[in-house]
């Protein structure tokens, strides 16, 4: 699909088939306006302000937004739209599963059971029991990490230390798992990231890692760009905030302090990092998911069983999601965001910038009360 074509979906504000989609109980007809009203009475007054887009299959439908991006103590003053970029927080991990399963898919000598140790920094001390874990163990948070690693200082020191045996295999979600992504996705794409000889001086290694970390960071930026994002249409990317008047987050109820963006993300983008809007990730999202503009049907389905949370509504419909959040304890605001996928077509993706009724629940329930 053309650029202008996917210019014209975000930005019309209108469905190609009017309200109504073929994505009912036995093929009937549902106006997605309705579905788009459930989720806004869900959310209108119980935050400072959210955006949401709805997709079926590849098609933009319908777009919301309502409240505040930035309030009155944080001039300019700013209304909510569906282009104003947040940090998706870990609505990043299934971008950058996607990405590292793309990688894999091109290399004939490696899959996700081939063992992730010899992608490492070749520099790094690889403790023993690490050597037993795989790229599926990273996808399905069962490497047995037990840590909050996100720079590449903290993630060479989760390598030297190693895990549990008894760990290993275990469902336990932790951040690092998709956070050393960002420095597998460059090996595993053959990218020429400077090597640091294992026996090279104290000296040395202090001089060279840092070029290392940003050069790391770079090529996983710039291989989602490639790969991932430019395919469907998105201009470039970034792990960071919008340089003028970011959109920001606040506490809700809602108080006169000022609010937050979480800063830059650029070297430890991976696990969170990627500042997106609703227009942005519906983008993405139903082009990765509904075409085959980035990789193959099975490819598509093998990713959603690995990086996803997978279920069925009280209706019957099964779906596939992934929630972000930052918390509104220890920041000045909150975050929560959410990608949900239904079996029907439909792809809703949302962002809420305070404390908000609980993402995937809620939508999971708007849609229930639409579906029939």
Known sequence: MKLLTISLFLFCGTSVFGQSIPAGSHGAMLNVSKLA????????????????????????????AWGKARRVQDQPNKDMSNGEQYNIASVSKPITGAALMFALAHRSDLNVDSKIWPCLPSHWHIHNTVKVITFRDLLTHTSGFRSGAESYADLKTMIAQGIHPADHGVDKYENCNYAIMRLLIPKVAKLPVISIPDNASPTMVTLQEPIQTMQYAVDYMDFVQKKLFTPVGLPTMRCKPAANDPALCYQFPETQAHGGDFGDWTLTCGAAGWNMSTRQMSTFFSHLHHTNQVWSDNLNNYM???????????????????????PGSGNPGELNSVIVGFDNGI???????????????????????WYH
């Open 37 to 64: 009203d459930e989720i806004e009475q869900r959310y209108k007054g119980k935050c400072v302000g959210f955006q949401f887009v709805i997709s079926y299959k590849d098609h933009f439908e319908v777009q919301r």
């Open 347 to 369: 792809i809703v993706v949302l962002i809420a910038n305070s404390q908000a009724p609980s993402v995937e629940d809620t939508v999971r329930a708007a849609f229930d009360a």
């Open 304 to 326: 959603k069983k690995l990086c996803y949370e997978i279920g069925s509504t009280t209706k019957g419909v099964g779906y596939y999601e992934k929630e972000g959040y930052f």
